[in-house]
């Protein structure tokens, strides 16, 4: 990790994440066939693949298309094992409301990072909806018992801004009687509400809330998977911040749920456009331009902390080398991810010279003009990992990230990417 050389040229990032995972869970459920294209075959997704294929359906996979044979509501069956969900915190607690509803049972397990993460906020109004959920260790956490039961709708109002936990109560909802409303403080992203409507679902918003009225069968289709923001927010940031850089990233999801990271470079005066705009299965689409620009620090709090929860670890390193001050708050929610993310981004960045204090809730960075090497300890936090790969590009010295393999979380080919933009 080295090296400031300028960001020159266009690349397309993989698939979202969010609509992969999304496309296997509604079209294995759907009846007839939906094929996936620019699926995103990253570890993650993967894993929920695994899962519907262990509960009988036929899944196939070529290159970035994946075509899944749905079996209706109804057609899941009991797999053999307990079903492994590897890293993926979406896969565990998406498919908990999908299983609530089936009548069979299962036993939901992952790996040692989804042993400790939070299924408390997913299992309680699972319970409210009539679920048979528990924590086998009763600590609140996988592995997670399901015993399938008959739903019924509830009226919910989130806790946690979360589209995980929105989409596990909605699709346990096609399961339930009656109408199931969830309502949030700010919306969370959406993408369960507008792929439900496009294999349709009998489903409205109504400000903050989504109404689901059960009833109708899900019928499959084909979906186009835009870039994922998520993983194109790495090569936006190493861009603003190496002088010289010009890049242009193609055919990116920019859904207004999801686009905050755009919004808050462009409050701290980064050179950005979005240019080609379309849309695709009711999501928004763009080719995004971006050039190296002199940043300032600004305030990132409230109602768009949602729209750009995943991409806070590259915003701080960012705000590291911009001027003046940078605030970040209402983001406790980032503790709880695959890694403490606000400790980890603190320790990194610290020992590469920003000045960076941590917060319950976010962080305080004041910018700096240049980082230094460091060794940076990831504890295999894909996220942590893209970031201070950014961070080295706009370093004096050598930067050691103690592991790079768990990119593939998300990103299999994110090193490649990166160096193709650096060797124009």
């Known amino acids: 990790m080295h090296e400031n050389h300028a960001l020159r040229g266009q690349i397309t990032v993989p698939g979202d ?20 294209k620019g699926f995103l075959l990253s570890d993650d997704c993967l894993s929920t693949i695994r899962c519907f294929r262990d509960m009988g359906v036929d899944i196939k996979t ?10 209706g509501l109804k057609g899941l069956v009991k797999p053999a094992n307990e079903l492994y969900t590897g890293n993926s915190g979406t896969t565990t607690r998406i498919i908990s409301g999908i299983l609530a509803g089936q ?3 299962t036993v939901l397990n992952g790996d040692e990072s989804i042993q400790k993460r939070p299924m408390k906020r997913v299992m ?27 739903l019924h709708g509830i009226d919910y109002h989130m806790k946690v801004a979360s589209a995980q936990v929105k989409s596990a109560i909605l699709l346990a909802g096609l399961y339930a009687k009656g109408d199931t409303t969830v309502t949030e403080d700010v919306v969370s992203r959406n993408h369960t509400e507008l792929m439900l409507k496009g294999f349709g679902a009998d489903i409205e918003t109504d400000g903050t809330s989504v109404i689901l009225h059960p009833g109708k069968k899900l019928k499959g289709r ?11 927010a790495y090569f936006i940031g190493a861009a603003l911040i190496t002088p010289g850089s010009d890049i242009i990233i193609k055919n990116v999801g920019i859904n207004p749920t999801r686009d905050g990271i755009i919004r808050t470079f462009l409050s701290m005066g980064a050179d950005i456009a979005l240019i080609n705009e379309t849309e695709q299965a009711g999501e928004r689409v763009a080719d995004i331009r971006v050039r190296y620009s002199k940043l300032s620090g ?10 750009l929860i995943d991409e806070i670890p590259l915003i701080a390193v960012a705000a590291s080398l911009s001027e003046g001050r ?5 983001a406790a929610e980032l503790r709880v991810k695959e890694s403490d993310r606000i400790e980890l981004v603190s320790e990194g960045l610290k020992s590469m010279g920003a000045d960076i204090e941590p917060t319950d809730d976010g962080f305080i960075i004041n910018g700096v003009e240049r980082l230094h090497g460091a060794d940076i300890r990831t504890q295999k936090d894909h996220r942590i990992a893209m970031s201070f790969s950014v961070a080295a590009i706009a370093s004096d010295g050598p930067v050691v990230i103690d592991d790079t393999e768990c ?14 933009l650096q060797s124009k």
């Open 298 to 307: 600004t305030v990132i709090e409230g109602s768009i902390i949602p729209a």
């Open 17 to 36: 994440k969010s609509i992969s995972h999304r496309a296997v869970m509604l079209g294995s459920i759907s009846e007839g066939t939906t094929v996936a």
């Open 103 to 105: 009548d069979f049972d």
């Open 407 to 420: 990119v593939n979380i998300s990103y299999p080919g994110f090193f490649c990417d990166l160096k193709k």
């Open 124 to 150: 309680e109004p699972l319970s409210q909806m009539g679920a048979d959920i528990v924590s086998v260790r009763d600590n609140g956490c996988a592995p997670l018992s399901i015993k399938g039961c008959s």
């Open 222 to 232: 084909e979906i186009t998977v835009p870039g994922d923001i998520s993983s194109a």
């Open 62 to 71: 070529d290159g970035n298309t994946v075509t899944i044979q749905g079996v």
């Open 326 to 330: 940078t605030i970040i708050k209402d």
